[in-house]
């Protein structure tokens, strides 16, 4: 959980070696390629307006690291955990679900602490360029993916589709590293800045 400390917030980071990880079947992504991701949001902004997408900061750290747990799908493409937001249902509710199908063993399930959104990030268009603020000209962004700040408990079984890893990846890494992880995720390091580390 996250407490004020002199005015700073203070966030606790339980220690990766408290965790274990294993695997289960695999899940595979809706869409067989990036224009066929494209063609579906044309589609669905088409019937439902805006996407609403929800996505899971996770921390823990190694060593008095602060990591971030990512999603690894080949060997190249990492995201953070999460997915889209069903027209009409609640971010957060969606989210843990979400969590749940990607992380859990079907029979022990994570109580999910989802807290505050700490980024958002708006397409403007049916195309791959997002930013963290809806530009000038653009009055209908196609998607809005907010980033939720959730707090691990001290220790989990997490489980793994086997066609995911779920990798650990220390903030020094991630900082300014669009060029392998995307603009998202390698602003996380400021984004989470604000936060005094409380290793566990």
């Not at 799908?73 to 027209?87: D, E, I, R, T, Y």
């Not at 979400?98 to 958002?120: M, R």
Request: glycine share 4%; with cysteine; net charge neutral.
């Amino acid at each position: 959980m996250s407490e004020k400390c002199d005015g700073i917030v203070e966030l606790s980071l339980p220690r990766l070696s408290e965790f274990t990880f294993g695997s289960k079947e695999p899940q595979y992504e809706l869409d067989p390629s990036v224009p066929a991701r494209f063609q579906r949001l044309r589609q669905e902004y088409r019937q439902y307006g805006m996407r609403r997408t929800s996505e899971a900061l996770l921390m823990l750290h190694e060593h008095n690291l602060p990591h971030v747990l990512l999603l690894q799908l080949g060997p190249a493409f990492f995201k953070l955990p999460g997915g889209q937001v069903p027209p009409g249902k609640d971010a957060r509710e969606s989210l843990a679900e979400n969590l749940t199908s990607l992380l859990c063993k079907p029979d022990d399930p994570i109580k999910w602490d989802i807290g505050e959104v700490v980024c958002q990030w708006w397409r403007p268009s049916f195309e791959p360029p997002q930013y963290p603020y809806i530009p000038a000209h653009v009055s209908c962004p196609k998607e809005r993916r907010s980033i939720y700040l959730v707090h691990l408990p001290p220790s989990a079984s997490f489980s793994i589709p086997r066609n995911y890893k779920l990798v650990a990846a220390p903030l020094f890494e991630l900082y300014d590293n669009c060029a392998s992880y995307g603009p998202v995720i390698s602003s996380v390091p400021q984004i989470i800045s604000r936060f005094r580390p409380n290793y566990q």
